[in-house]
């Protein structure tokens, strides 16, 4: 079974920073892309930014500039930095692997529980 674990979540005033952490586990033989989506009340989820094993990254129009993506993979773990937060970024953040695990060729999409980021003053 894999599992992706994120944290880092919370409470921030406007113009302020998080980073957010996911973390998979498993009987893991390799992970490809790794990203971050986001779903705000009454909307649908949507990509917030991409990284690929290589390293190679894109992010959504509406971030870029303030959040970067980044991943260790020793770690096996994602992050997301965001800066210059806006109340139009509160959302539960959802991390989004592709995994192959040790015991099977096929490689699965699978998703994070979630985490609540609240830009609020």
């Known amino acids: 079974q894999v599992q992706l674990v994120e944290s880092g979540g919370g409470l921030v005033q406007p113009g302020g920073s998080l980073r957010l952490s996911c973390t998979a586990s498993g009987i893991i033989f390799s992970i490809g892309a790794m990203a971050w989506y986001r779903q705000a009340p009454g909307k649908q989820r949507e990509l917030v930014a991409r990284i690929r094993s290589n390293g190679s990254a894109d992010s959504a129009d509406s971030v870029k500039g303030r959040f970067t993506i980044s991943r260790d993979n020793a770690k096996n773990t994602v992050y997301l930095h965001m800066s210059g937060l806006k109340p139009e970024d509160t959302a539960v953040y959802y991390c989004?692997?592709?995994?192959?695990?040790?015991?099977?060729?096929?490689?699965?999409?699978?998703w994070g529980q979630g985490t609540q980021v609240t830009v609020s003053s």
């Open positions: 989004n692997a592709d995994v192959r695990k040790v015991t099977d060729p096929t490689t699965y999409n699978y």
